[in-house]
């Protein structure tokens, strides 16, 4: 078990409505799932299963494969903790507002030139958005994660931009989210409790904790890691 050791910054919130443990049942499409092939009628799986020599058995669905299930294990849910409505331009502005002011949620971007040259188009029709989440961590060992799109709880508007991050077990370390939305002119409202990112965690299934449960000595220094600016 990796131990996910927390802190919020507002005492008004709860870690469930920042951070949660995946499991199967929090995926509204997985738990939809039949874990068989569902026919009409038992005459039409006979004949189906006939014709494919499939009798004995009936075709599973994706709700048994490893893949997903394993990925469900490894999983923490990161949540947005407050409605947010962002409208994007199509001259690469954007600007964002919150009715849950006292929420110390921010939005910032990363300049066009860090993520494009002159020499690869692959990210020009892309606007960077960073969530800067109100939540810090640290793990009782060195603690390694990916973010990912919740590809199987919620279509976004936007990609996760994928990284590599080592969370420290001596400082604590924030939790900015990096997205890449399409330049265009368009207003996204985004609601409280939302899944907006997959954090999975290599090796260990994810626990998480309140930080005064972590009994090693760490700093109070916020560990930023080695992303840019």
């Not at 075709?59 to 409605?83: E, N, Q, R, W, Y």
């Not at 409280?192 to 090796?203: D, L, N, R």
């Amino acid at each position: 078990m990796k131990k996910i050791y927390y802190e919020i910054n507002e005492d008004l919130l709860d870690i469930d409505e920042i951070l949660q443990i995946c499991t199967p049942s929090s995926s509204s499409w997985f738990d939809s799932l039949p874990v068989l092939k569902q026919f009409r009628s038992i005459k039409n799986w006979m004949q189906e299963g006939l014709s494919k020599n499939i009798s004995n058995s009936l075709p599973k669905t994706a709700k048994v494969c490893p893949g997903i299930k394993d990925l469900f294990k490894h999983t923490v849910l990161i949540k947005l903790p407050c409605d947010v409505l962002l409208e994007t331009f199509s001259d690469g502005r954007y600007t964002w507002a919150t009715p849950n002011s006292d929420i110390n949620l921010n939005i910032t971007s990363h300049p066009y030139f860090q993520y494009t040259s002159e020499k690869s188009n692959l990210f020009k029709d892309k606007l960077q958005i960073k969530f800067n989440l109100p939540v810090q961590l640290c793990g009782d060992k060195n603690l390694e994660v990916i973010f990912l799109n919740p590809y199987y709880h919620k279509s976004q508007p936007y990609e996760i931009v994928p990284g590599y991050l080592k969370i420290s077990s001596s400082k604590k370390s924030e939790l900015p989210l990096n997205t890449f939305f399409p330049i265009t002119d368009k207003v996204y409202h985004f609601k409280a409790g939302e899944i907006i990112a997959y954090m999975v965690v290599c090796g260990d299934e994810p626990k998480l904790l309140p930080l005064k449960k972590h009994v090693k000595k760490f700093t109070n220094k916020v560990f930023l890691g080695d992303t840019y600016r």
